[in-house]
């Protein structure tokens, strides 16, 4: 399995990024894909998370209502639409695969693929 991330970049604070990550190597029905993110001096924290098949959707606390995550699947791509963007959302941003579709989506010790990572900057 292989995902690369994309659509980092710099914004102001209060504006908008679309993240994708392209999955391939696999089909992925049985997977859930997740996005983490870290800061410069801070661990990896979950971002949000998506189940393949069917849809389901978790996030973490700080994203809540401003992000969105969604996946095409014809198109083997998961999606991070952010919104309302704060210069603390600044961090690497990764996408992630679980094989197992595990109900502990939030964990990063649950993901066994991933993917290279990309840089979002929300300046003040």
């Known amino acids: 399995v292989q995902l690369q991330a994309s659509g980092g970049g710099l914004v102001q604070a209060g504006g908008s990024l679309r993240l994708s990550c392209a999955a391939s190597g696999r089909t992925f029905s049985t997977y859930v894909m997740g996005w983490f993110r870290q800061a410069p001096g801070k661990e990896r924290e979950f971002v949000a998370a998506?189940?393949?098949?069917?849809?389901?959707?978790l996030y973490g606390y700080s994203v809540k209502g401003r992000f969105t995550v969604s996946r095409d699947i014809a198109a083997n791509a998961l999606y991070l639409q952010m919104n309302s963007l704060r210069p603390e959302d600044t961090a690497v941003y990764y996408c992630?695969?679980?094989?197992?579709?595990?109900?502990?989506?939030?964990?990063?010790?649950?993901?066994?693929?991933w993917g290279q990572g990309t840089l979002v900057t929300v300046s003040s």
């Open positions: 998506i189940r393949w098949s069917g849809g389901s959707t």
């Open positions: 992630a695969a679980d094989r197992e579709g595990s109900y502990s989506a939030h964990q990063q010790y649950e993901y066994d693929y």
